[in-house]
């Protein structure tokens, strides 16, 4: 257990609103990632971060944002929540001597 | 560039052998396997690297055919606690080791 919360678990929010997905990780893992989790789609990486202030873009990055300004927390913002950003989101992290990575539980997230 | 895993589905009963199969189109770095009960969160198994050797975790193992960019995840002997979905995660020659890209999924369901 690496230590890792999301929050909120579960949020519905409508169309056209912000929405910002907090992970906090307790194990002062370098590198995190966030994903989103559809059926039939399996794991996609949306932006992941390999340190304070620096990350990168995704393979499904439009429509999302990040920030990093701590080691620990790593925040995902929906500008705009659209309803094809219906999805169980996962944070991830990984330790400095391994690629296993780590992930959190989960937030769902409804967007009416 | 997702990988393809097969078979998507597979049923067993307990004490029967199971092979996973994660295909790439292209050249593989190293292949990740994880595991994801349902209503949890993915959970690392093994890793493979290019140039490293078959792993084994318990009665669980895996190989990795560089020349035919392929893994394969063998589950001997099956228990209930083996059902669950598969995901391998694949990471290019050249990319960042982190950066998965996963496959959609094998779901095994283990019957008494």
């Known amino acids: 257990d690496a230590g890792i919360t999301q929050s909120p678990r579960h949020k519905v929010t409508e169309t056209g609103t912000p929405v910002t997905l907090r992970c906090h990780q307790t194990?002062?893992?370098?590198?995190m990632y966030w994903y989103r989790q559809d059926p039939g789609h399996g794991l996609r990486l949306i932006h992941y971060?390999?340190?304070?202030?620096?990350?990168d873009k995704g393979e499904v990055s439009d429509g999302y944002s990040v920030s990093r300004s701590k080691t620990e927390d790593f925040l995902l913002t929906l500008e705009s929540a659209t309803s094809s950003q219906t999805s169980v989101y996962f944070c991830?992290?990984?330790?400095?001597?391994?690629?296993?990575?780590?992930f959190g539980p989960g937030t769902r997230l409804t967007v009416t | 560039q997702q990988p393809v895993q097969s078979p998507q589905a597979v049923i067993l009963r307990e004490g029967e052998d199971a092979v996973i199969n994660c295909s790439s189109s292209?050249?593989?770095?190293?292949v990740h396997w994880y595991r994801q009960k349902h209503g949890e969160a993915p959970v690392f198994l093994m890793i493979?690297?290019?140039?490293?050797e078959q792993k084994g975790h318990d009665k669980i193992s895996a190989s990795f055919n560089e020349k035919k960019q392929q893994s394969s995840l063998y589950l001997t002997a099956s228990q209930l606690s083996y059902s669950g979905t598969y995901f391998c995660?694949?990471?290019?020659?050249?990319?960042?080791?982190?950066?998965?890209?996963f496959g959609k999924g094998t779901k095994l369901s283990v019957k008494p």
């Open positions: 991830a992290t990984t330790g400095p001597s391994s690629y296993e990575q780590y």
């Open positions: 194990e002062n893992h370098r590198y």
């Open positions: 971060s390999y340190g304070v202030k620096d990350t």
């Open positions: 292209k050249a593989l770095y190293s």
């Open positions: 493979l690297l290019k140039g490293g």
């Open positions: 995660g694949t990471a290019g020659v050249g990319g960042s080791q982190g950066n998965l890209i």
